[in-house]
Nanobody, 125 residues
Framework: QVQLVESGGGLVQAGDSLRLSCAASGRTGSRYTVGWFRQAPGKEREFVAVVSWSGGSTRYANFVKGRFTISRDNANNTVYLQMNSLKPEDTAVYYC??????????????????WGQGTQVTVSS
């Protein structure tokens, strides 16, 4: 089991930045990939970014490339999502998720077994 807790969300204006954190506990001795997803009201949960166990491999959704950066600090069992140049369309609940399958950088919700409770990000225009 891996428990995940997100933090760092809030209300910001367009163009501002936020850094989300995802703190892991439980089977943190296992190597796991961590992804960030988001879900806006009335929409399906969608992939945002993913980072490998080592932090050396990442993938991003096209709509966040150049604006968001995912990183991890395994010494502190924490994954970050730095979000710059935020837009109103980035408004959503942001979730982090863990995948224990080695070497997979999953883009799909169903590839992740463990989820946090989410943190709200609201970007005003």
């Amino acid at each position: 089991q891996v428990q995940l807790v997100e933090s760092g969300g809030g209300l910001v204006q367009a163009g501002d930045s936020l850094r989300l954190s995802c703190a892991a506990s439980g089977r943190t001795g296992s190597r796991y990939t961590v992804g960030w997803f988001r879900q806006a009201p009335g929409k399906e949960r969608e992939f945002v970014a993913v980072v490998s166990w080592s932090g050396g491999s990442t993938r991003y959704a096209n709509f966040v490339k150049g604006r968001f950066t995912i990183s991890r600090d395994n010494a502190n069992n924490t994954v970050y999502l730095q979000m710059n140049s935020l837009k109103p369309e980035d408004t959503a609940v942001y979730y982090c998720a863990a995948d224990l399958t080695p070497y997979r950088l999953g883009l799909n919700v169903r590839e992740y077994a463990y989820w946090g409770q989410g943190t709200q990000v609201t970007v005003s225009s």
